[in-house]
């Protein structure tokens, strides 16, 4: 989810501790030793001395593994990272004309933001839906809104990302059907489903069903592409939520990858092929404030994947073993006070995912802290990343910061300390069992409450914040959304259901309530009573009725 959804760490404002000097006049306190926002210590300078003993080893050339120096060879010489800017409010129709404004500007990719409602699996006309339909993201609620949603766009020349999870599995088959009825082949369709449920037991909350038919759904999604839609990703393992919660460097790192074991442990155990599962993997993390701890929390994730694939499963397909990633610039870092600021915050993070090797990036609007983006605001964060592609020569060598002493030594500090965690992690019974005794939440909690503490004492400067406040903030414009959509939409899905084959769509979804009994693959049946009119909600309560609703606490 954007920085629409997520926390907005700006902290009190707060003032630096002062002590009074001998004279009695106030003087600023001694500073705190240096760290990153991970806590790392920072020393005044690095030198040789500060770089692994075994860097070769650690840090071959770009397309070779572990890949820490990248995944390609020449990396952005070849091709650019995709500009993939998250877009999704009000009503499909509406969503597609800002797509289209996108894609005229120079977006490479698209990338889907859904409202709470879809999400949490309520059609827009659900009385939990009051109030919140179209607000952070857009209504999905029948196969007529993804045909609106992706009218006139070129499914078979462009990407979709699509930030779901536990409804993952619908907004999949909803796309699906789209470009069947178009005849665009399903070998054809390239994209993302973010599909990963776990992280929201950790960090975000919008789950449905409990641990075991969410990872049932999951690997249902995994069979389904592998089979059927092959060059899409099934999954993209999300540290951006946790870090938004809180999280530090090291735990992003840890529990990211964590998750992505704990899905092709699930994988495995369907007896599916873990090495093309792995090929179809993606992830996405967040890029924070802190240049060089990011480039290198970037490159050690990377190498720390690829080792431990082959670790524990294994692999010794190298696309396989290849971490391609999604980067979004955090929203939790910015800043309703001074909103523009964050234009400079934006630039810094996007710079620090394309010195860090993503293939993928969104940068965050100057106004999210405030609203959804307006127009302009979209505009200027693409042009973010067009100016960072081509005016600034960051493109033009792989990996421009390997060799650095503190990049090199911060990398190899990274991976230690996650390797350690995720330790921790193990010796608790893995990351379900982790999750479900509530310690990983505990230990993001723990990070945040730390982080907001030194923002409220000045420990930590949040510019426009905490030092350099003004009394009246500069106001800007973000987009409102239209509150006539929640009623037209209800409108809408009373004439959808009084017009279709009423026998057809309770026989699909009797036929999906039995296949959840048993055991068969669900995405089939999911996509047949989608395409016989049922609505999502529909198909999530045949679901629930089956599977039940997740309560914190209550296990698996």
């Known amino acids: 989810m954007s920085a629409r959804a997520g926390r907005k760490r700006t902290g009190a404002k707060a003032k630096p501790a002062r002590v009074a000097s001998p004279d009695g006049s106030a003087r600023k306190a001694a500073p705190a030793p240096r760290t990153t926002p991970s806590w790392l210590d920072v020393k005044p300078a690095y030198a040789a001395s500060d770089l692994p003993t075994d860097l070769e080893r650690r840090a071959p050339p770009p397309g070779t593994p572990p890949f820490t120096r990248g995944i390609h060879p020449r990396m952005y010489r070849d091709r650019l990272w995709t500009m993939r800017q998250y877009a999704g409010f009000g009503s499909a129709a509406q969503t597609n004309e800002r797509f289209r404004f996108l894609l005229a500007q120079g977006q490479t990719g698209l990338s889907v933001a859904f409202d709470l409602p879809t999400q949490m699996g309520y059609d827009s006309d659900h009385a939990l839906a009051r109030g919140e339909v179209g607000k952070v993201g857009v209504a999905i609620s029948c196969l007529a809104d993804m045909e609106a949603l992706l009218e006139g766009l070129p499914l078979d020349r462009v990407t979709s990302s699509m ?39 950790i960090a975000r909350g ?104 082959a670790e524990r499963f294994g692999v010794r397909d190298l696309e396989a073993m290849k971490l391609r990633f999604h980067t979004q610039t955090a929203g939790s870092m910015l800043t309703a006070q001074q909103p523009l600021n964050n234009v400079v915050r934006v630039a810094l993070q996007g710079l620090a995912a394309v010195l860090g090797g993503t293939q993928s990036l969104h940068t965050n609007s100057y106004d999210e802290a405030l609203g959804l983006p307006g127009a302009d605001a979209a505009r200027l964060a693409l042009r973010t990343q067009q100016v960072i592609a081509h005016e600034s020569g960051v493109t033009d ?109 309770k026989a699909a979804l009797a036929r999906l309530e039995r296949g959840a009994r048993g055991t068969e693959t669900l995405m089939p049946l999911i996509l047949d009573a989608l395409t016989a009119r049922a609505t999502l909600g529909e198909v999530c309560d045949s679901l629930r009725s089956e599977f039940g609703v997740y309560k914190p606490g209550a296990g698996a």
């Open 163 to 201: 930030t779901i999870n536990a409804t993952a599995p619908l907004l999949l088959a909803f796309y699906v059907a789209v470009a069947d009825a178009r005849g665009v082949p399903r070998a054809k369709l390239g994209g993302t489903v973010q599909n990963d449920v776990l992280k929201e037991y």
């Open 206 to 309: 919008t789950y449905i069903y409990p641990p075991a038919p969410s990872l049932r759904l999951i690997t249902d999604v995994f069979e389904f592409t592998a089979s059927d839609v092959p060059q899409w990703n099934s999954i993209s393992v999300s540290g951006y939520h946790m870090r938004e919660a809180g999280a530090t460097a090291v735990q992003e790192i840890a529990f990211t990858l964590a998750n992505g074991l704990a899905y092709l442990d699930a994988a495995r155990a369907r007896g599916l092929d873990v090495e093309r599962i792995a090929r179809r993997m993606s992830f996405f993390f967040n890029a924070h404030n802190h240049l060089f701890e990011e480039v290198a929390k970037f490159r050690a994730a990377r190498k720390l994947w690829a080792e431990l694939l």
């Open 397 to 505: 060598a792989a990996d421009p910061l390997a060799g650095s002493y503190w990049v090199e030594a911060l990398t190899a500090e990274l991976e230690t300390r996650a390797r350690e965690l995720m330790a921790r992690v193990d010796a608790t019974g893995g990351m379900l069992a982790a999750i479900a005794s509530g310690w990983v939440q505990a230990q993001i909690h723990e990070a945040a409450y730390r982080w907001q503490r030194e923002v409220e004492a000045g420990e930590r400067v949040i510019v426009g914040v905490n030092r350099f406040a003004e009394a009246e903030p500069a106001a800007a414009q973000p987009f409102k959304p239209d509150p006539r959509v929640e009623r037209e939409r209800a409108a809408f899905l009373a004439a959808w259901r009084s017009q279709r084959d009423a026998g057809a769509c």
